[in-house]
């Protein structure tokens, strides 16, 4: 980390230090004199050559201005809203600072479910990690040209049709009398039935965000110089002992960043727990919008969904200290 | 420096061998990229502990030749040994050869040390004597105490020195380096030609060095070969491929050379052999004396060219020396004609283009000019 930083400071002393433009007062002998507002416009360009911040500040303050008012207002009047109740005779929103949504959510049922949430989120991205890992290294390091150009179309396909329709398909797939079932049926198995369950959405939730995985790995195994793996080899690594000891190390961000999209995509999605799930199912996702639609318990809703942002500031920090970015 | 000897498997039980055995040798060696010959017929034996450089022009296949020799490539045809044992078939990592790569390829998630250790760790060497070998070769390529940064954290030369020392700590039979000094700057490329030559007399490898610089591969090389097209053009010291280049190739992309055709023979010259006689000056004994009309005289400094039609047909460069009596411009101004002067002995029969004419090279080079591009066979 620190490196980065210094390389970067070295990068804006220079800039500065090889300026070319003239100083105010000294304009360039070889152009024609311009006229006042010439002079002017000269004058704040060569300013904002200088100053590498100033320029970054004036191309990046509309975004900026635009995703503080819709986002950050937006999750403080959720934060706040948070802190109020709801009058459960009337069901009218009553303005009065109370905990007590943030004690109900440590109560047995919704420790319960939001375990259940994060230990699905977990288990979806380790499994996305290790289906992503090969497919990812056979197109960055393996495929040919064309071959890579027609396994990135066929991973990122999926994204094209409709998330509803995706998860509509698996529970063709999936439920009783499905073709899974249909399927163990003929090769002699017995028929299966494993729709609406905490294993249907295992499946369902590996399969929609794995694309998510994909495309970062692939991105950082092609990074990789070939000279390096073959380095591992000329020192006298095996093929293995190279995977374990060069290519994943450096693959590392392109998993951190993988696991970033499948671990909050999962801690966040209500539509699947909805669709797919079955007695047991019940998610951060979609107890919120039960709270919000049903129960029309704003309030509470709004607590339980401060929860997957505090999981997610949490597994960030702790990939940061694992040392999953160093390397970005 | 006793680096042979610091680990258990040091050589010193396999010195009989050391007149015997090559540390390399190849014997046919052919590698196609499709239609093209990258390695076209390599016959080579390199013997123990000597620096030996492959010189060639860009796409000549020495990178290629290199790698058939590391296993990264698997030859078509042809024999690749190591101290004798064929391996020809084996994969990189049971060949007992390291390389030092163009781009170094550090790795960047591991430190110095851990760069240097990397080898010894994957051969399982114990950790104490890892520690203390890695620290040694540290010190042979003067880096002590860099151990704890990462590679982004040094500068170029210093990341030519760890890879450098990664490779050497190995101890290998034979080290390859691809154009190692390519990315420097010419006055660390210099610096490092010394050092380069240091550590390989210190560590006592055999080194298998490839560049396309001809003043590089001349300065440090015990013996060079000079490739064109896949092929080993000439094969020698440096004093030999210099002082007689076996064929036009050879003396035209070492140094400057001078090709002329007398009585249906081909002769080169350097161009610093040549006399030029100022008015009544008298050539050495045994000279071959011609008429030439300067078209052009060029200061260098230290010396002065002169380009040269000779009247006997055929151009010239000739170089000399400005020592006190030889002041630049004495010999007189383009236009004029003055005498010019070679020894018989000084003049190297050359082949034609080889291609073609392999056969006739030694059928025509007389006794004592023989070109010795066959040394290497001679020797095996
Ligand atoms: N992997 C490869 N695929 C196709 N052609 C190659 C490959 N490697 C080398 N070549 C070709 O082989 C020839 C020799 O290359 P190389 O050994 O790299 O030469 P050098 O190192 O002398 O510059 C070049 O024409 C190059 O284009
Ligand atoms: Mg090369």
Avoid at chain 1, 311 to 322: E, F, K, P, S, V
Avoid at chain 2, 318 to 342: K, S
Wanted: with cysteine; proline share 6%.
């Amino acid at each position: 980390m620190g490196v980065r930083l210094d390389a970067d400071h070295r990068v804006k002393g220079g800039r500065s230090v090889t300026s070319t433009m003239p100083r105010e007062g000294r304009p360039a002998p070889d152009r024609p004199s311009p006229g006042m507002a010439g002079r002017g416009s000269a004058r704040i360009s060569a300013a904002l050559w200088r100053r590498t911040w100033l320029r970054a500040t004036l191309t990046l303050s509309p975004p900026l201005a635009w995703f503080l008012v819709i986002y950050l207002a937006s999750l403080l009047v959720m934060l706040v809203t948070a802190f109020w109740s709801v009058n459960p005779f009337t069901n009218a929103l009553e303005h009065t600072w109370t905990l007590a949504n943030f004690r109900e959510l440590f109560t047995g049922t919704y420790l319960s479910i939001i375990g259940r949430t994060i230990a699905m989120a977990a288990i979806v991205t380790v499994t996305d990690a290790v289906l992503a890992f090969p497919v990812a290294y056979y197109m960055a390091r393996i495929a040919t040209q064309r071959g890579r150009q027609l396994l990135f179309t066929a991973v990122l396909l999926p994204l094209w049709a409709s998330y509803i329709a995706r998860v509509y398909a698996w529970i063709v797939i999936l439920q009783k009398d499905g073709t899974l079932s249909w399927f163990f049926d003929k090769i002699g198995v017995g028929p299966v039935n494993i729709g609406y369950s905490n294993v249907a959405m295992w499946l369902v939730f590996s399969y929609i965000w794995l694309p998510f995985m994909i495309a970062p790995i692939y991105a950082a195994l092609e990074r990789i110089p070939d000279s390096l793996l073959e380095a591992s080899g000329d020192l006298g690594a095996r093929n293995w002992r190279t995977v374990r000891s060069v290519l994943l190390p450096l693959a590392l961000p392109g998993f951190a960043a993988g696991s970033i999209f499948t671990f909050s995509l999962t801690l966040g999605d209500f539509i699947t727990p909805l669709l797919v799930g079955g007695a047991n199912s019940n998610f951060i996702g979609n107890v919120i919008y039960a709270n919000i639609g049903t129960a029309n318990n704003l309030p509470f809703a709004a607590a339980l969904a401060i929860v997957p942002i505090v999981i997610m500031i949490c597994y960030l920090l702790g990939a940061r200290a694992a040392g999953a970015f160093r390397s970005m | 420096m006793g680096m042979q000897n610091q680990g258990p498997a040091g050589r010193g039980t396999t010195a009989w061998r050391q007149d015997r055995v090559p540390a390399v040798r190849l014997a046919g060696l052919r590698k196609s990229f499709g239609q093209l010959a990258a390695v076209d017929g390599v016959d080579l034996e390199v013997p123990q502990g000597e620096f030996f450089t492959m010189l060639g022009p860009s796409g000549s296949g020495k990178t290629t030749m290199l790698r058939l020799i590391a296993g990264f490539e698997q030859p078509d045809s042809g024999v690749i040994e190591l101290a004798g044992a064929d391996v020809t078939r084996k994969p990189p990592y049971s060949r007992d050869v390291n390389t030092v790569f163009q781009d170094y390829a550090l790795f960047p998630h591991m430190s110095v040390l851990e760069n240097v250790e990397y080898g010894l760790r994957v051969r399982r060497v114990p950790r104490a004597e890892r520690r203390s070998r890695a620290n040694a070769a540290l010190e042979i390529v003067r880096l002590p105490g860099l151990g704890g940064r990462k590679p982004v954290q040094l500068s170029g030369g210093q990341r030519q020195r760890v890879a450098l020392a990664r490779a050497i700590v190995n101890e290998p039979e034979v080290l390859l380096l691809d154009e190692p000094l390519g990315a420097l700057d010419a006055k660390l490329r210099q610096e490092m030609q010394l050092e380069l030559k240091r550590i390989q007399r210190e560590v006592g490898i055999t080194f298998i060095y490839v560049t396309h610089d001809q003043e590089e591969a001349l300065t440090m090389s015990d013996r060079l070969a000079v490739f064109d097209r896949g092929q080993i053009e000439q094969l020698g010291t440096p004093v030999q491929v210099y002082e007689q280049p076996a064929t036009d190739f050879v003396a035209g992309f070492i140094g400057i050379s001078n090709v002329l055709e007398r009585g249906g023979r081909r002769f080169t010259i350097r161009p610093e052999k040549i006399c030029l006689l100022a008015d009544g000056e008298q050539p050495p004994t045994g000279s071959h004396i011609e008429q030439g009309r300067i078209d052009d005289v060029i200061y260098l400094g230290s010396a002065t060219r002169y380009q040269l039609t000779l009247s006997g047909g055929g151009q010239l460069t000739a170089v000399r020396q400005n020592t006190q009596d030889a002041v630049a411009g004495t010999l007189g101004a383009a236009g004029q004609t003055i005498g010019v002067a070679w020894r018989e002995d000084q003049a190297y029969e050359i082949a034609g283009r080889r291609r073609g004419a392999a056969a006739s090279a030694d059928d025509l080079a007389p006794a004592g000019q023989r070109p010795v591009r066959h040394e290497g066979r001679e020797r095996g």
